[in-house]
Each structure stands twice: as structure tokens, then as C-alpha cells.
């Protein structure tokens, strides 16, 4: 997993917070990168209606929906986050082995099955939640 999933929570966060529209150099700040990065990530999050954008002196990215609805596993997946990954597969599926022919497809399925159990948890954790979670910490 990269930072794109935690960069788009904060950037929610934010948006939710504010209650306006922040511009990408703002969000940029307060998250601790670059406004490039910030333009990239929120571009998937527009593309699934959670955010808008608006240009102008009072423009920037605006959130769209409720975000007492909005569940981390909704913003995962705009963003195709995959929480546990390997580009890397040991073996050889060629291979006249059972171990070195077999443990990439095992591999993978313990991974998918990772993914799977990550976005059931992110299902029940909205957007307010972590906004409220940030507001009562002691």
C-alpha cells in the first residue's frame, strides 16, 4: 500500500471539517506534501462524486457527500488502494513441484482474502468518524 489512502482520508477530513472549499495548496499544508500529489489523489475521489471542484478566487475541492455516509472502504476503493500487495511471486508455476509451482496462487489468495477482511472493517469507519476520533482524543 502507498500513502494515497492516507492522504485522501486527511484530505477529507479537512474538507469535512472546514465545511468550504479548500484549494490544493491548502490541503498541501496541512497534510505535509505537495499540492501536485494532493491534485492527484482527490482526482479519483472526484471521479466518484465525493469531491468537487470549483474554479476562482473562492474555488478549490469541496466535499460532495455526507460525510457521516462516507466509509473509509467507499475512498479505498476510489482510489484502487490495495492494503496488501507483492509485485513479486516466488517459484515458478513451470515447474514440477508442488511448493514452486503452486505458492504464487496461494499467495495470492492469502492476499486477496487480506484485502477482503481490510475493506469489511473499512466499511464500518466513516469519515465523521475519524473526524471525531481526532476531536475527543485526550
Known sequence: MDSSFNLAVH???CLSHSGRSLSSEALAENICTNPTRVR????????AGMVETREGLDGGYRLCTDPAALSLRQVAEAINTRFVDCAWHSGDIDRDCAICSGMAGVMDTLYRNMNEQCAAYLSRITITDIETQLFTQK
Do not use: D, F, N, S
Not at 492527484?40 to 471521479?47: D, F, M, N, T
Open 11 to 13: 484530505a477529507l477530513v
Open 40 to 47: 492527484r489523489v482527490l482526482a479519483g475521489l472526484k471521479k
